[in-house]
């Protein structure tokens, strides 16, 4: 902090100030407002901030410009900027006209970054006109808000704090269930087992609605897997919800664990060994993890999947992604109930798919 505070007085004795400088926290409220109108609205171009328009001139993108001008501010003025961007975003009124400058604040929030911004977003965009206005080009500002989290260098508690006060809100959709997914994993890696016990229900709408397959849930959970680690995940392996009925009808994270360890691309590698089973990636099969067989005494739904899904789970796993044994039904029944369709090349032909009895 010390040598910040350095830093800062140097550069503006070496004339460097910019005209920001001293901008207080009201003064940047009305210039990132005003300036937002007439580059978006009136059509000024970077003449709408005149203070910096080089800076902005000189990048592809209004966002990198604003970022730009804001590195160059002393550590009090761009905490001053911060908070005015936080208090425009919660002063905006509501209408259609304003959407355009949300997205461009949300934006440039994430780019910066700006956690101040997260005390306001749940009521903006939860509960608010924002929450259901959308985009052609990039969809809702509601999925827009999720992924602009995600991408906040944020203070962990309040990243999360934020997400679970989005997820319980009046516009969140089902639809949104597995950025948010992925948001609450990186805000916190060690939280897997509330987040999915939050969302269960809501990822389960989205997969009956949309009926994507294998691979796209698969994408999903290797998401998860890169955001929380190995080691994480496999502490929580027997804390999940499962289903190991013949046909799951009701809600579980079996697509979890499907998606990690079956099919040619999973994510994961396994084996069974004296004291449990370990697991590794399978880019980097070099470093295990491993599951002791005493985790599953707090465990009984895993252990009941396991018993009947592991041996699906290693025939999946072990067929070569180009082979497929189309005269065994079986394995094309097994496939079917996996989730494999048309555009997976592991689909085996309609002729071959065989009625439960």
């Not at 994408?219 to 013949?246: C, W």
Request: proline fraction near 6%.
């Amino acid at each position: 902090m010390q040598d910040d505070k350095l830093l800062d007085n140097y550069e503006l004795v070496g004339g460097n100030a910019s005209p920001l400088d001293e901008y207080s926290e009201a003064a940047f409220e009305t210039w990132l407002r005003v300036g937002l109108e007439g580059y978006l609205i009136e059509g000024k171009g970077s003449q709408a901030f005149p203070e910096v328009a080089g800076t902005i001139a000189a990048e592809d993108h209004l966002i990198l410009g604003l970022q730009n001008a804001y590195s160059e501010l002393p550590a009090e003025g761009r905490g001053r900027f911060r908070r005015a961007l936080a208090n425009v975003l919660a002063s905006l009124e509501p209408t259609p006209s304003n959407v355009p400058l949300f997205e461009h604040l949300l934006s440039l929030a994430a780019i910066l970054p700006c956690p101040e911004v997260l005390r306001v977003l749940p009521s903006r965009i939860g509960n608010d006109f924002f929450g259901h206005a959308t985009n052609r080009e990039h969809g809702s500002l509601f999925s827009q808000t999720l992924l602009a989290i995600v991408d906040l260098a944020a203070p962990r508690e309040d990243a999360t704090t934020c997400l679970r006060a989005l997820i319980g809100s009046r516009f969140f959709d089902h639809a949104y269930a597995g950025v948010a997914l992925l948001a609450l994993c990186k805000a916190d890696d060690q939280g897997v087992v509330d987040h999915m016990t939050r969302l269960r229900e809501s990822l389960a709408a989205m997969f009956q609605e949309f009926e994507p397959d294998h691979n796209v849930k698969q994408q999903l959970a290797r998401g998860v897997l890169d955001r929380i680690g190995l080691p994480a995940l496999i502490k929580s392996l027997t804390a999940l919800k499962y289903d190991d009925r013949h046909t799951p009808s009701g809600l579980s994270d079996n697509w979890l664990i499907l998606g990690l360890l079956s099919g040619p691309r999973a994510p994961l590698v396994y084996e069974q060994n004296d004291i449990g089973y370990r697991f590794a990636r399978a880019e980097n099969q070099t470093i295990w993890e491993t599951l002791p067989e005493r985790n599953f005494e707090t465990g009984a739904e895993f252990v009941d999947f396991v018993k009947r899904q592991w041996a699906l789970i290693g025939l999946i796993g072990r067929i070569p992604e180009t082979f497929i044994p189309v005269q065994d039904k079986v394995i094309a029944y097994l496939f079917d109930k996996l989730g494999f369709c048309d555009d997976s090349p592991l689909q085996p032909p309609n002729s071959f798919n065989v009625e439960e009895t």
